[in-house]
């Protein structure tokens, strides 16, 4: 499956963070992972 990711998401993921569930879909390799270049630009100018 696809998944494309929200800056949250990306965030979470990274930053192993417990609000981001074991069982969501983001952590199941089989998955393919896209991220917006919006997302790196909400990032860079944080």
Sequence with gaps: M???LDTHTVLWFYLADRKLSA???IVD???EKWVSPASYWK???I
């Design 29 to 31: 390799p089989a998955n």
């Design 2 to 4: 696809k998944l494309l």
């Design 43 to 45: 990032v860079a100018i």
């Design 23 to 25: 069982s969501a879909a």
